[in-house]
């Protein structure tokens, strides 16, 4: 292990649940991620080896049999595992967004139901906000509950896009509209906890989960979209047993899930530096080896100051959430710098490993198709933009 992305000050706990991660990477997700996703396969041994370890519920208190660590350690543990194969970190993502959402807003009765077997991976969670239509623009959601007669139940319709997890798993934290008469249109939009079979096709009455939407990369979890036609759930299903609180709910998990995606940039820049490091001294052109070319040592030394800015930007947006203060400003900064730099690292790793880049028996190869995922992933760097302007013009609003 190099200097890089170090991080001052961890516990011996925090130092220990890492070093097991990473003895993990190295030896049951690297030597195995590009076969698993040149055939988009779900790792379901890797899953097995994640739960046995407990990192579903890495964060989930000890009283709901989590381990009850903090968003720095998740994030800490999330950039390891990216740097094996960044699927395997979204399959978590999304999972441990949830079980934030449960933990923060849910009632006593969802949180007694719902995160012990989130905590052991029994349950595993999706987060499902976007629409075919809706980019950006959340308060836009057309996807409509309709309480029934008698307020017990809701009725869903609508059609969800974009979701990690979306066929294997088990719980789906799903933004809809319903109708409270609120002017503001994010007042009138819900959360509900939809509890599902795992699998593709109507998985429940009304409740369709079409094929695996196929993508340039990201590949080995499933990405789905989710169908809902009058399906009906009960009224206590509803995230914290208030309607209209939804918008609130997933702005708050969408915080740490920007800090994660921020985390997955820096382990896959991690491993990009990792693989253009060790090509550059294994290949040698006009009689050395081209890392004693000043061209590459000046490609590596960007990319390492890269690497180290990002990780400490993710580290700091980390740290801010757990002190229990906003961190909207520093989780969207985070996302941006670390998305950005890690598509800049690994094109220069890419460069590096010259033609054998382009060749799907390098590593580099697959890394460079993931990368621009998270270009996009829990906003874009436009979305990201926008909310950096607009809190910095809080902070320094002129007298």
Known sequence: MGRLAQTEGLTDIQQEILATVRTFVDKEIIPVANDL??????????????KEMGLFGLMIPEEYGGLGESLLTYALVVEEIARGWMSVSGILNTHFIVAYMIKQHGTDEQKAHFLPAMADGEVRAAFSMSEPALGSDVAAITTKGVPSADGAEYVINGQKM?????????????????????????KNLTTFLVEKPAGFGEVAPGLTVPGK??????????TTELVLSDYRIPADRILGGVPGKGFAHMMDGVEVGRV?????????????????????????????????????QFKLAEMGVKVEAAHAMMVRAAKVKDSGRRNDLEAGMAKYLAAEYCKEVVEDSFRIHGGYGYSKEYEIERLYREAPMLLIGEGTAEIQKMIIGRRLLEDYKAK
């Open 37 to 50: 996703e040149h055939a988009d396969e779900y790792p379901a041994q890797i899953v097995e080896g994640m």
């Open 213 to 222: 939407i196929q993508k340039m990369g990201y590949k080995g979890v499933d």
């Open 162 to 186: 974009w979701l990690t997890n979306g066929g294997s798993s088990t719980l789906v934290a799903l933004l809809a509209r319903t109708d409270l008469g609120e002017a503001a249109p994010h």
């Open 260 to 296: 994660n995606v921020a985390a997955r940039a820096c382990g896959i820049a991690v491993r990009a530096f990792e693989l253009g490091a060790a090509y550059a001294q294994q290949r040698t052109t006009f009689g050395k080896p081209i890392a004693q070319h000043q061209a590459i």
